[in-house]
T-cell receptor, first 116, second 114 residues
Framework: AQSVSQHNHHVILSEAASLELGCNYSYGGTVNLFWYVQYPGQHLQLLLKYFSGDPLVKGIKGFEAEFIKSKFSFNLRKPSVQWSDTAEYFCAVNAGYGGSQGNLIFGKGTKLSVKP | ETGVTQSPTHLIKTRGQQVTLRCSSQSGHNTVSWYQQALGQGPQFIFQYYREEENGRGNFPPRFSGLQFPNYSSELNVNALELDDSALYLC?????????????FGQGTRLTVV
């Protein structure tokens, strides 16, 4: 079955530290990959997406992610985090699960706490 | 703001009851997907509606059902509520049911079953 694994449940960093959140998926075919962020009390927002082309994708707020097909990975990075990045981050894949396209399989999420 | 609105924001129901949750999709979007997010988990796909027809379903029992209306708004109905149905229910709309499409999420409905 298709699945998405996020390696860290909770990450605590100080401001200006670098961030890398791991994401692996299990599916051998064509996939489209996403990172969503959920700030406290807010809706899920798209950070970035990979459909095709350059495997290094840049998103909003200085985030980027690298798609490594051979490793089935799509790790999220940010060189220097800010207190305002405190949120929960979800990796997701769209691979036609459940007989339809356009729906997402999510990982369990990684909670990021940034200390000022 | 995504333009996807859900109502109500919070709801408390008793085990065995039925509940209806509502979602208005973003303007121009004809596809609505519903997700269940249990505490400490990622959202889990329930089903998708495209042009008023169910267009794919996740691993949820038939007591979870839905509708999509001509204006593309949608309802999620859950019958015979169980305690484990307590979760945040998310609605997402998109331009089309395609692999390379972005989904826009509403703020969700927090359902508590007691």
């Amino acid at each position: 079955a298709q699945s998405v694994s996020q390696h860290n449940h909770h990450v605590i960093l100080s401001e200006a530290a670098s961030l890398e959140l791991g994401c692996n998926y299990s599916y051998g075919g064509t996939v489209n990959l996403f990172w969503y962020v959920q700030y406290p009390g807010q809706h899920l927002q798209l950070l970035l997406k990979y459909f095709s082309g350059d495997p290094l994708v840049k998103g909003i707020k200085g985030f980027e992610a690298e798609f490594i097909k051979s490793k089935f990975s799509f790790n999220l990075r940010k060189p220097s985090v800010q207190w305002s990045d405190t949120a929960e981050y979800f990796c997701a894949v769209n691979a036609g699960y459940g007989g339809s396209q356009g729906n997402l399989i999510f990982g369990k999420g990684t909670k990021l706490s940034v200390k000022p | 703001e995504t333009g996807v609105t859900q109502s109500p924001t919070h709801l408390i129901k008793t085990r065995g009851q039925q509940v209806t949750l509502r979602c208005s999709s973003q303007s121009g979007h004809n596809t609505v997907s519903w997700y269940q997010q249990a505490l400490g988990q990622g959202p889990q796909f329930i089903f998708q509606y495209y042009r008023e027809e169910e267009n794919g379903r996740g691993n949820f029992p038939p007591r979870f059902s839905g509708l999509q209306f001509p204006n593309y708004s949608s309802e999620l109905n859950v019958n015979a509520l169980e305690l484990d149905d307590s979760a945040l229910y998310l609605c997402a709309s998109s331009l089309a049911p395609a692999l390379n499409t972005e989904a826009f999420f509403g703020q969700g409905t927090r359902l508590t079953v007691v």
